[in-house]
């Protein structure tokens, strides 16, 4: 039974998924000027997590709307899109990668985490 889970593990397709990650419980008793670069540190442990990749890419938009309020101001929650994708690099050391871009929305209500498809 353990091998079963072990090797669906080792074998990582392409997947694209929505999440929202909650940056105000990570932002608790951080010093101000520490508070939007532990912002975007967090974002990236949370897709390394989750789509289990070490190599992490983070969208420029998503760097932008991270600091859009400043460094003290980081927003509350951010919907992120977390795609797994291949390497073309052929020295590279990891076989995929983690793109993470912002998804705007106008409410975190009601939101859960969505496979999406590829088209």
Do not use: Y
């Amino acid at each position: 039974m353990a091998k079963t889970a072990k090797s669906s593990r080792a074998t990582k397709e392409p997947v694209t998924r929505d999440c929202t990650v909650h940056l105000h419980k990570h932002m608790q008793k951080i010093s101000f000027k520490k508070r939007a670069p532990r912002a975007v540190r967090v974002v990236r442990q949370f897709a390394s997590k989750l789509m289990l990749t070490q190599d992490v890419r983070i969208d420029t938009k998503l760097n932008k709307f991270l600091w859009s309020n400043g460094v003290r101001n980081v927003p509350r929650r951010v919907r992120v899109r977390l795609s797994r994708k291949r390497n073309e690099d052929e020295d590279a050391k990891e076989k995929m990668f983690t793109l993470v871009q912002h998804v705007p929305v106008e409410s975190f209500k009601g939101l859960q985490t969505e496979t999406v498809r590829d088209e």
